[in-house]
């Protein structure tokens, strides 16, 4: 019997089984592969809170250990800025003062987020570390480089015990990504501006 | 065998994919502001072109033509993912840096271009040997815009400085627009410009 390659019935064979062999093989790599993603995924987090607090030459071989080194504790917090158990804001302490909070907003074209690390007397910025998913390169995605992030060390963010909207130089030509960076440090701080009052009156 | 020597070494020159055929420009653009980058984009659009052109000259015979379009994209879709998915478990900041580039690797006008134009009417080695030669061709535009834009535009090269800081305490400046995407244009223009000047047989003949 001749096989005819053009028939209906060829044609529906043909484009099941080979699906089948690709969604196969896709979902055996990418159970494998998932570990070594995930602990990626985790270092990179690990190395972006050091930095923002201010800790150098950190790189993704030696972020395990010196996380385990320098950060003291790890807790969320509730509304009303005492630590909880369940759901609730995250904070990581460095070295027993500077608390790191994460950040999450949008830029232009996709989400941004990033970190901010406060020092002990809950209004001064010692650094920030930003990161994006499709910010436009040498534009928005400029907020990666430590040109831009440098700028915010040493900011105070809060007055007379309430949070002050922050104030940077923006990136030229990419407006809409400064913004969006100004209103995820706003609102974050805005959330977790009765654990800084805290901290505050501890410190003083 | 002379064959195989013209499969890799043509496309390096005169049907270079993105200096002749203009193809696959857009990554161009957008992977070249450094060096490294760059490089790893050439050897995954290599990769996947060499490898694809294999897979659909050995299925040629068996492909219906009129879904063929449709397997080539599922084979070039799939492998593209087992890249990124590679990438990401192994060379994570690489993968950072070309975010959703890797995953346009599957639009590059390239590959769909080998597929229908060689793989579906050659043998296997011989598809395969012109997808090395077409991702090859690629590659070396690739790296020889990132190498200009890397070394004037942040001075450095793979990462490392290159431009003495003697020559910035003397006034000497990064030039910011190459950085910028504009920039590759003009420098692969340029290549193009060199290229036809060299190999006058190029030119069309415009005054007929």
């Not at chain 1, 977790?192 to 505050?200: D, G, N, P, V, W």
């Not at chain 2, 692969?188 to 069309?204: K, Y």
Request: net charge neutral; aromatic share 8%.
């Amino acid at each position: 019997m001749k096989k005819d390659i053009n028939s209906n019935r060829y044609i529906f064979l043909y484009a099941t089984v080979l699906i089948v062999i690709v969604a196969v093989l896709l979902t055996v790599t990418a159970l494998w592969l998932q570990p070594f993603q995930d602990r990626n995924q985790k270092n990179e987090k690990r190395i972006n809170i050091l930095k923002a607090a201010g800790i150098q030459d950190v790189n993704a071989k030696n972020a395990a250990w010196l996380f385990e080194k320098h950060c003291t504790a790890e807790f969320l917090l509730d509304e009303n800025g005492n630590p909880t158990e369940d759901d609730g804001l995250p904070v990581f302490v460095i070295d027993r003062q500077t608390s790191v909070i994460p950040m999450q907003g949008n830029g232009l074209w996709g989400p941004i987020w990033g970190y901010i690390a406060i020092a002990a007397d809950g209004k001064t910025i010692v650094g920030v570390t930003f990161d994006h998913k499709s910010e436009t390169p040498g534009l928005g995605g400029e907020i990666t480089t430590e040109k831009f992030q440098g700028q915010f060390a040493g900011k105070q963010i809060m007055d007379n015990g309430s949070t002050i909207p922050i104030e940077f130089d923006a990136i030229t030509g990419a407006t809409k990504t400064s913004n969006g960076v100004k209103e995820m440090i706003d609102n974050t701080l805005e959330k977790y501006s009765a654990y800084l009052k805290k901290i505050a009156e501890k410190g003083e | 065998m002379p064959n195989v020597k013209k499969l890799i070494i043509e496309p390096l020159r005169k049907t270079n994919p993105v200096t002749v055929l203009v193809l696959g420009i857009c990554s161009c653009l957008a992977v070249t502001a450094q060096l490294k980058p760059a490089l790893v984009m050439g050897a995954s659009v290599t990769v996947v072109t060499a490898f694809s052109n294999l897979i659909i000259s050995l299925l040629r015979k068996g492909i219906p033509s009129r879904i063929r379009i449709i397997v080539q994209l599922v084979v070039v879709a799939t492998l593209v993912i087992l890249i990124d998915q590679f990438l990401k478990a192994f060379a994570y900041n690489v993968s950072k840096q070309l975010s959703v580039y890797v995953g346009l690797i599957i639009t590059n006008c390239i590959i769909m271009g080998r597929l229908e134009a060689f793989a579906l009417s050659h043998g296997s080695w011989e598809s395969f040997l012109d997808g090395l030669g077409n991702g090859l061709g690629y590659s070396l535009i690739l790296v020889i815009v990132a190498f200009f834009r890397e070394l004037f535009g942040s001075g450095t090269l793979l990462g490392y400085p290159i431009i003495p800081s003697s020559f910035y305490e003397a006034g000497y400046q990064n030039n910011g627009l190459m950085i910028l995407p504009p920039m590759a244009l003009i420098v692969v223009g340029i290549i193009i410009w060199i290229q036809r000047t060299r190999n006058p047989e190029m030119q069309e003949n415009n005054q007929k």
